[in-house]
C-alpha cells in the first residue's frame, strides 16, 4: 500500500524502539523520512533501513532543543524534496529519577527535550506548511505515563503530560490552516530485537524503589512491540484521519483503560460456559 506517497516526514528521535519503527513505517506507505537525532550510531541504522528496503531517507543529527538545527533540518527536506507534510515528534531524553532524587538540571533539561523540541518542530513545520498553503498532520508521542502517576519518573511524565494539551492547543490554532495536531500514547514497549528484549524484560524485573510488574499487570498478556505502533501513527499521518485533530490514539494493550486493583492474570478470572 502508498497511503502516503511522495509525502514528505521528519521524525525527531529515531533510534532501534519507537522512533525508528514509525519512521520505517512511515516509509514503507510511500513517505521520504527525515530521521533525526543526536546518537548518529541510533539514527544512521534507521536510514539504511528504510533504505534497503526501497524508500528514501536522509539523516540529521543535532538537538531538537536548538532552534538552528530545527530550522536547518525542515530548509534540508525542502530543498530536497520540496515539502514537509508530516511531523512526528518522538524525541526524549529519558532519565528515570523522582522528586526526591532528579537535579532542577536533568529536570529542566529533560522537559526541554520533550516540550521544547515539541514547540520548536511544530512551530517551524507549521510555518512552512502555511507559507505554502499546505494542510499536513503533526503527531505528538506521548506515553501512559502521561496518563497515570508514575513514581520515579517525576520528568518523564511532566514532559508527557505537558505534550496532552500542547497537542489540544496548538491543534486549535492550526486547524484554520488545516494541519492536523494529534496524540499518539504507546506504552512500555519490547524491542523488536529478541536480545534487546530479554535485556529489557531483565532490567524491569530489577530491585528498585518502585517495583514495576509490566507483563504481570498488562491486560492483553504481553507487552506491545514497536511494530504494534506503526498501523496507528500511519493511520494519523494519512489523509483517511483528514476530520481528526486534538485528539489521541492509544495503543497501550487496555493498559490506561483497567481498574487499578484487578490483577490480570491471576486466574481467578472464569470464562462464560455455554
Not at 140 to 152: H, R
Not at 224 to 241: I, K
Amino acid at each position: 500500500m502508498n497511503r502516503l506517497q511522495d509525502k514528505v516526514a521528519i521524525v525527531t528521535g529515531t533510534g532501534p524502539l519507537i522512533g525508528g519503527a514509525i519512521a520505517a513505517g512511515l516509509a514503507a506507505e510511500g513517505a521520504r523520512v527525515v530521521c533525526t537525532g543526536l546518537d548518529e550510531d541510533a539514527v544512521k541504522p534507521c536510514v539504511t533501513a528504510i533504505e534497503e528496503a526501497g524508500g528514501e531517507a536522509f539523516s540529521a543529527l543535532g538537538d531538537v532543543t536548538d532552534p538552528v538545527h530545527v530550522e536547518e533540518v525542515v530548509r534540508r527536506a525542502v530543498d530536497r524534496w520540496g515539502s514537509v507534510d508530516i511531523l512526528v515528534n518522538s524525541a526524549v531524553w529519558f532519565r528515570k529519577q523522582g522528586l526526591l532524587t532528579m537535579s532542577v538540571e536533568d529536570y529542566r533539561r529533560q522537559l526541554d527535550v520533550i516540550l521544547g523540541g515539541a514547540f520548536l518542530f511544530t512551530r517551524e513545520v507549521a510555518q512552512h506548511l502555511i507559507s505554502t498553503g499546505r494542510g499536513g498532520s503533526i503527531i505528538n508521542v506521548l506515553s501512559t505515563a502521561a496518563w497515570q502517576g508514575e513514581p520515579g519518573n517525576i520528568g518523564y511524565s511532566t514532559g508527557k503530560s505537558g505534550l496532552i494539551n500542547f497537542t489540544r492547543s496548538a491543534a486549535m490554532e492550526l486547524a484554520r490552516h488545516g494541519i492536523r495536531v494529534n496524540g499518539f500514547t504507546p506504552t512500555a514497549t519490547l524491542p523488536d530485537d529478541s536480545e534487546r528484549a530479554r535485556e529489557l524484560t531483565k532490567s524491569m524485573a530489577a530491585p528498585s524503589d518502585y517495583p514495576m510488574d509490566f507483563p504481570g499487570q498488562f491486560p492483553m498478556g504481553r507487552l506491545p512491540t514497536p511494530q504494534d505502533y506503526v498501523p496507528a501513527v500511519v493511520f494519523l499521518a494519512s489523509d483517511e484521519s483528514s476530520m481528526i485533530t486534538g485528539s489521541n490514539i492509544t495503543v497501550d494493550g487496555g493498559a490506561t483503560a483497567k481498574y487499578w486493583p484487578w490483577l490480570p492474570g491471576s486466574g481467578r478470572e472464569r470464562t462464560a460456559q455455554p
